[in-house]
């Protein structure tokens, strides 16, 4: 299993361009996310989905957008890029809630975004 | 969803036990205390995860609180590749997101 992969590695942008950073997972996890990681802070949860065609916000969704037409891809989409967005990304996926268990979440390695 | 308050940072020697603690006073019942670390950039790694007992695996231990108000990662013995961004998580039982706080930096120091 590769488990969960990122492309690219990274990117560069300028303002007011778009793009995809797409992310997929090959361990038939139901649930995805997205994260964001600024400089010396911790992960915010931009988008998250419980299974192919169903996303829903985060904790800062303003100027991205994410799909999931199928289990194993989530890809993050970037309309208008902004300074604001340079940061890294990370997705990740995890097994739903099963009554009584916990299950942990397995990160990709990132894609370090910087928006000039 | 509950909080979590932890130490900016840490120093551990090589080869002690490094004891990160961590504050969730308003956790619910069901919610599960869970462990993460983010070495350099790397994407995060789980370590583990409790509800109400202690819990033990290759990595850690987890200690939680009678109260569950509280809990404690150990790292046994730690190396200088112990050095991270260790995060404690609060997750919601009735959905899977993960909420990430700042963190405690440790440092493992020869």
């Known amino acids: 299993n590769a488990g969960v992969t990122q492309t690219p590695k990274f990117r560069i942008l300028k303002i007011g361009q778009s793009m995809t950073l797409q992310c997929t997972q090959d361990?038939?996890?139901?649930?995805m996310y997205w994260y964001r990681q600024d400089p010396g802070m911790g992960l915010k949860l931009i988008y998250y989905?419980?299974?192919?065609?169903?996303?829903d916000k985060g904790e800062v969704p303003n100027g991205y957008n994410v799909s999931r037409s199928t289990t194993e891809d989530f890809p993050l989409r970037l309309e208008l890029a902004a300074p604001s967005q340079t940061s890294v990304y990370f997705c990740?996926?995890?097994?739903?809630?099963?009554?009584?268990?916990?299950?942990?979440?397995?990160f990709g390695q990132g894609t370090r975004l910087t928006v000039v | 969803d509950a909080k979590t308050t932890q130490p900016t940072s840490m120093d551990c020697a090589e080869g002690r036990a490094a004891n990160l603690p961590c504050n969730h006073s308003?956790?619910?019942?069901?919610?599960?205390v869970y462990w993460y670390r983010q070495i350099h950039s790397q994407g995060p790694q789980y370590i583990i995860h409790?509800?109400?007992n202690n819990e033990t695996n290759e990595m850690a231990s987890l200690i939680i609180t009678e109260d569950r108000k509280s809990s404690t990662l150990i790292l046994p013995h730690a190396t200088l590749r112990d050095t991270a961004v260790y995060y404690c998580?609060?997750?919601?039982?009735?959905?899977?997101?993960?909420?990430f706080g700042s963190g405690t930096k440790l440092n493992v120091k020869p």
């Open positions: 989905s419980v299974g192919a065609g169903i996303t």
């Open positions: 361990m038939n996890h139901n649930y």
């Open positions: 998580i609060v997750r919601p039982l009735n959905f899977n997101k993960f909420y």
């Open positions: 409790g509800l109400k």
């Open positions: 990740a996926s995890s097994y739903p809630t099963r009554q009584g268990l916990g299950t942990e979440a397995f």
């Open positions: 308003t956790i619910s019942g069901n919610e599960y």
